[in-house]
């Protein structure tokens, strides 16, 4: 970028009546390619799979991170997703945070594709998750119905927002220690950190989370896994459903606040 016909500085100032240049790269092409990342195929059929994402593992490729990702792990376990949906997001009908672990389905086919993601927009799917709070809810059970939009007052964040997009959570807790519960929450809607939202409006942060409560040195991570997915499979009609025990860093993180739990 030039600035009155020099390259410009990061710190200059832009006075009315500078000619400001732009010099704009051709484009990249993108060309994912397969990589050998850990990631545990629970199940598999010509029409989908569904994976366990480990935390810190980001699903598709974006800005900053251009491989290393789920799309990466997929390409080498399962060849035939590449293109399915998309070159940049072959598969891939929903999404997990980066740091937040656990179950997806991932789409082999067109067909699977296209059932998929009706499914969630039709809100067919089952999506259910295990969460650690800091504090204790009052309510056993409850619905959490709070819009959601980008805080504007944080655009890194979201919040609760008068007129943002239809948001609702429900959860029941498992159980409850004198700081802490545990939580089985259920998505209605899927919105982006919803669960992470919710539960910080409600005064009750997920433990360790660094955007929406506080890091914390026992846990590198917001404590969410998802833990449960259920859905109607796209050839057979079939209702499957899937679980996942909790990862091994939020067992350990349970264990070293010294919080009795057995939770499969």
């Known amino acids: 970028m030039t600035l009155n016909g020099r390259v410009a500085r990061p710190s200059q100032k832009v006075r009315g009546g500078d000619c ?34 480990p935390a810190g593992l980001s699903v598709h490729p974006g800005p900053g991170h251009s491989d290393g990702t789920l799309v990466n792990a997929l390409l080498a376990l399962c060849p035939d997703i590449r293109g399915i ?25 067109e067909k699977a594709h296209h059932s998929l993601t009706a499914q969630i927009k039709e809100r067919h799917v ?10 204790v809810p009052p309510q056993e059970e409850e619905v959490i119905d709070a819009p959601i ?7 890194k964040r979201m919040a609760v927002v008068l007129g943002g997009r239809e948001s609702r959570t429900s959860y029941r807790v498992v159980k409850e220690w004198d700081n802490h ?5 259920d998505l209605e809607t899927g919105r982006t950190h919803q669960i992470r939202v919710h539960m910080a409006y409600l005064g009750y ?9 506080r890091r914390n040195l026992v846990i590198s991570r917001q404590f969410l896994h998802a833990s449960f997915l259920a859905f109607s499979h796209p050839s057979s009609g079939e209702y499957v459903e899937f679980r996942s025990r909790l990862p091994a860093d939020l067992r350990q993180a349970l264990q070293s606040l010294g919080l009795d739990c057995q939770v499969e």
């Open 126 to 135: 089952r999506k259910g998750y295990l969460a650690l709070t800091v504090g």
């Open 20 to 53: 400001v240049v732009l010099t704009v790269p051709p484009p990249r092409e993108l060309d994912l390619e397969p990589q050998d990342i850990p990631v545990s195929v629970i199940f598999q059929d010509s029409e989908l799979a569904v994976v366990e994402k």
């Open 149 to 155: 939009a980008r805080d504007p007052r944080n655009r």
């Open 85 to 109: 949906g998309g070159v940049l997001r072959p598969g891939i009908v929903h999404r997990l945070d980066k740091d937040t672990s656990g179950l997806m389905v991932v789409a082999k086919s």
């Open 181 to 185: 519960a545990l939580l089985e929450l």
């Open 205 to 213: 942060p997920l433990f360790g989370d660094p955007l929406y409560g």
